[in-house]
């Protein structure tokens, strides 16, 4: 049997794309490519991102089509070219070209007010005039929405590139991502571990961060899925480690601090920093009430050899500014808005010493290949 282009159309169109349920051919999705060479039959189909995820059950649909409307001894499995109209999403470790420094926020355990430090320390960085981006990567968890007082917002999508990118929320000349602008507020996130994961490269790799200095992740308490994703798709220039004085705390950070120097991770320590140092109370700025215990993260940072990059005492203010969507950070003159200007001080000291003396950090491979 003689075979031409319409009769391989005619097959396509009794296939229905998923996504629509319209079939391929009035879908535009099939392309003007078709080639015929005796048996063999080659074309493309089009689809709008190259991670569509029915790719794949669409192919075999097509190809069953023609061999059963067409025939049998069709050549045409594997012939089938997949085009897509969105260009491809870069490739870990290509990610952020712009981006000159990525800096991880993370703690040990939950309650020792990491989000906090995260939030003040980019709005320290941003008023010393550095470029500056915020991801929210606490994906179970998220609370920098309410430290900024954006939760009703919704960042819009632009073609970019020939990619359909996220705009970033920006507040207080920060750029801010966070999963709490696309779920409703009031509702707990229960995902499975893959799906928190893909919506966390998502906002990380189809967003349009552009140029920034500095962009800080404040990432969940512990240790995690979603610290693996992190540093399997992003080169991480360095992590910052918070925790409390109290022993509890202390023990934990331990491990946070060991999560990244292990020789699979392989992340510098930029530093540790003491949040709930001491207590001052707004009317008595002189005096320190150490509640939780005192200097611990500084004997933690001596034993470990690792550089103590700051300690955030506990005032009231700094509850009313999370609360209002205030950071603490952003009067430079108050007891904390100067501890978060020293913290950012001393982060961008270290940065730089960091980048001198160390090579690039690379990102964890998902799978090494081994050679026989």
């Not at 220039?237 to 990244?260: C, H, N, Y």
């Not at 950071?327 to 270290?350: H, Y």
Request: a negative charge; glycine letters at 8%; proline letters at 6%.
């Amino acid at each position: 049997m003689a075979l031409y282009p319409k009769l391989i159309t005619d097959a396509l169109s009794k296939v229905r794309y998923p996504g629509n349920g319209k079939d391929l051919v009035s879908a535009g999705m099939v392309e003007d490519d078709i080639r015929i060479d005796g048996n063999k039959v080659s074309f493309s189909l089009i689809f709008e991102k190259p991670n569509d995820p029915f790719i794949k059950s669409v192919v075999k649909a097509a190809e069953t089509a023609i061999l059963t409307y067409v025939g049998e001894d069709v050549d045409i499995k594997g012939n089938i070219n997949i085009k897509s109209r969105q260009a491809q999403r870069p490739e870990p470790g290509k990610l952020l070209p712009q981006v000159k420094n990525v800096i991880a926020v993370s703690s040990g355990k939950g309650g020792v007010g990491k989000s906090t430090v995260a939030a003040n320390l980019a709005v320290a960085l941003a008023q010393q005039g550095y470029k500056v981006g915020l991801l929210d990567a606490d994906i179970f968890g998220p609370s920098v929405p309410k430290m900024f007082d954006v939760e009703d917002a919704r960042p819009y999508v632009e073609q970019i590139g020939g990619r359909d990118l996220i705009l970033p929320v920006e507040k207080y000349g920060i750029k801010i991502l966070s999963i709490g602008f696309f779920v409703d507020k009031d509702s707990a996130i229960i995902w499975r571990g893959g799906m928190a994961s893909n919506a966390l490269k998502q906002l990380i790799a189809d967003a349009d961060w552009g140029e920034l200095d500095y962009f800080i992740l404040d990432l969940p308490p512990g240790t995690s899925d979603i610290h693996l994703t992190i540093v399997q798709t992003l080169a991480i220039t360095g992590a910052i480690v918070v925790t409390t004085p109290q022993e509890v705390a202390l023990a934990d950070a331990r491990k946070g601090i060991d999560m990244f120097t292990n020789e699979k991770v392989n992340v510098p320590v930029l530093g540790l920093v003491e949040n709930m140092a001491w207590f001052t109370p707004a009317e008595l700025p002189e005096n320190k009430y150490y509640l939780f215990g005192k200097e611990g993260g500084k004997r933690l940072s001596k034993e470990l050899n690792i550089a103590l990059l700051g300690q955030i005492p506990i005032v009231q203010s700094i509850c009313e500014g999370g609360d209002s969507g205030k950071p603490v950070a952003l009067d430079p003159q108050s007891i904390t808005g100067m501890a978060f200007a020293d913290l950012a001080r001393s982060v961008v000291e270290a940065t730089d010493i960091r980048n001198k003396t160390q090579k690039p950090t690379q990102i964890v491979e998902t799978h090494k290949t081994v050679k026989p």
